[in-house]
């Protein structure tokens, strides 16, 4: 057996519902219809396909995740913009890039490492539980309220031949 790197995590059950894909379109702060990619990106619901249509559903699934010191990165924003609310200094504009890159990073380094031939960077959209899927499989996650350290989550697994 390989040795998974800190950020690999096999899966031990994977949640997925088809109501999941619905949560895009629950409504946010300053989004009353949800999500706007919702309906114009393929990535995203509805065109994404379902998780059952991607991936081998026999095979083993790995959970991969990027970290993102969020606490770190408020109080350097606290620092340069004194005035701005806690909802301006967390703005996912300012740090998800990196976050994103990060787990780009890694996916490419587990592929290579477990010979995955697919990955879902929003299982969601494909209808899979993930919040219930990283506790069962022992990845711990902050709740958002409360987030000091944020994770970005992808899915892997060999695709449906």
């Known amino acids: 057996m390989v040795d998974l790197p800190h950020y690999v995590y096999p899966v031990k059950e994977l949640v997925y519902h088809p109501?999941?894909?619905?949560?895009?379109?629950?409504?946010?702060?300053?989004?009353?219809?949800?999500?706007?990619?919702?309906?114009?990106?393929?990535g995203c619901p509805p065109q994404?396909?379902?998780?059952t249509q991607i991936f081998e559903m026999k095979a083993v699934?790995?959970?991969?995740?990027s970290e993102f010191d969020l606490a770190s990165h408020v109080e350097r924003m606290r620092e340069k913009h004194p005035?701005?609310?806690?909802?301006?200094?967390?703005?996912?504009?300012?740090w998800q890039g990196r976050?994103?890159?990060?787990?780009?990073?890694?996916?490419?380094?587990?592929?290579?490492?477990?010979g995955c031939d697919t990955y879902?960077?929003?299982p969601e959209a494909a209808g899979v539980h993930m919040y219930v899927t990283c506790i069962k499989s022992g990845l711990r996650l902050e709740k958002i309220k409360n987030i000091t350290?944020?994770?970005h989550v992808a899915l892997l697994g060999w695709s449906k031949r």
């Open 120 to 122: 879902h960077t929003y």
């Open 99 to 114: 976050s994103k890159k990060q787990l780009k990073q890694r996916v490419e380094e587990a592929q290579n490492l477990l």
């Open 19 to 42: 109501r999941v894909r619905g949560w895009c379109k629950l409504r946010y702060p300053n989004h009353p219809k949800g999500c706007p990619n919702y309906g114009k990106h393929l």
């Open 61 to 65: 699934f790995y959970l991969v995740h």
């Open 48 to 51: 994404c396909a379902y998780v």
């Open 149 to 151: 350290v944020c994770k």
């Open 83 to 94: 005035y701005w609310t806690e909802r301006q200094l967390r703005n996912v504009l300012y």
